[in-house]
């Protein structure tokens, strides 16, 4: 079975950087995603890791070091849409994934 | 543009009435998965197909049940729900290549919530 584990909630100011941290327990790794989760909608894909390293996309980036079994989830120049739930997934090597509970982010202005 | 539809996006229901939620993807994906997501908890996987092949996830109660009629679509049966079955349903596609894999996401619809009154 997988454990997967990040924090529950973090606040951030406008334009400020957002570190979001999530470490796994797994029985098989086949990848790491991270989906992004408005209140009462569905989750929308963010970033996949699968090698050691990290991983640039526009104002989010994620990076992956699997001896440690840890990831995070980078967001720069926050904005207030950013406000929201960041789902940290886990793959097994059956591709199924296995989710956090969740990191709930609010933006400040 | 290609998508997951989930219909309907709220689902009211009695104690014990049998309901049934439907999903439909233009993906063409091969895998369909059904996660239950109760309030700020992770998505939980019931069971997914893989083309015609059910897999139940071990602890997914026996109140639920599938169907997969064509690549298209797929329901979610729940038999008699009970107070605790209120949650978002969502359904998800991928498309797994065999042994191959590749990264493919899975794709997610906006998710049906089911009121149990």
């Known amino acids: 079975g997988q454990n997967i584990d990040q924090p529950t909630e973090m606040t951030a100011t406008e334009g400020a950087i957002v570190q979001i941290n999530c470490t796994y327990q797994?029985?098989?790794?086949?990848?790491l995603f991270w989906y992004q989760q408005h209140a009462g909608e569905a989750p929308t894909f963010l970033s996949y890791?699968?090698?050691?390293g990290l991983e640039e996309k526009g104002r989010f980036s994620s990076f992956l070091s699997r001896s440690k079994g840890y990831s995070y989830l980078l967001l720069k120049e926050l904005q207030m849409k950013d406000s929201a739930s960041y789902l940290c997934a886990v793959r097994s090597n059956d591709y199924k994934l296995s989710f956090g509970a969740g990191t709930t982010v609010t933006v400040r202005a | 543009d290609a998508m997951v539809i989930q219909n309907p996006r709220y689902q009211v229901t009695q104690f014990g009435k049998p309901v049934t939620l439907s999903c439909s993807q233009t993906l063409n994906h091969n895998v369909m998965y059904w996660y239950q997501q109760k309030s700020s908890q992770a998505p939980k996987l019931l069971f997914h197909y893989y083309d015609k092949d059910f897999n139940n996830e071990a602890d997914t109660p026996d109140n639920f049940q599938s169907r997969r009629p064509n690549t298209s679509f797929c329901f979610l049966d729940i038999r008699s729900p009970g107070l605790g079955d209120a949650a978002m349903y969502l359904c998800a596609t991928d498309k797994r290549r065999g042994a191959q894999g590749g990264y493919n996401e899975q794709f997610f619809g906006p998710g049906t919530r089911l009121t149990v009154l």
């Open positions: 797994t029985s098989g790794f086949n990848g």
């Open positions: 890791n699968v090698l050691d």
